[in-house]
């Protein structure tokens, strides 16, 4: 199961919120130990103009294909 959250300061140190339903689906109790596995979430914004399309409109084209 995967969740987002947002990490936190906590005095020097970080740290996440588990959400709720994941605690209750998983059965997890205070003080067990979980393994977790962490990714920045990427604003797709950031990515404007960093890749080069030799023709753009055409692959705009090819997506926009069965929107209809």
Same mark, same amino acid.
């Given at each position: 199961? %995967? &969740? ?13 919120? !588990?959400?709720?339903?994941? !605690?209750?689906? *998983?059965?997890?109790? *205070?003080? *067990?130990? !979980?393994?977790?596995?962490v990714?920045?979430?990427?604003? !797709? ?11 753009? %409109? &055409? %692959?705009?084209? &090819? ?6």
């Amino acid at each position: 199961m %995967q &969740a987002k959250s947002k990490l936190k300061r906590w005095g020097n140190s970080y740290g996440v919120i !588990v959400p709720k339903e994941m !605690v209750e689906k *998983e059965g997890l109790k *205070e003080g *067990e130990t !979980v393994e977790i596995s962490v990714r920045r979430m990427t604003d !797709v914004g950031r990515l404007f103009g960093r890749y080069r399309f030799k023709n753009l %409109q &055409a %692959q705009k084209d &090819a997506m926009r294909k069965g929107w209809h």
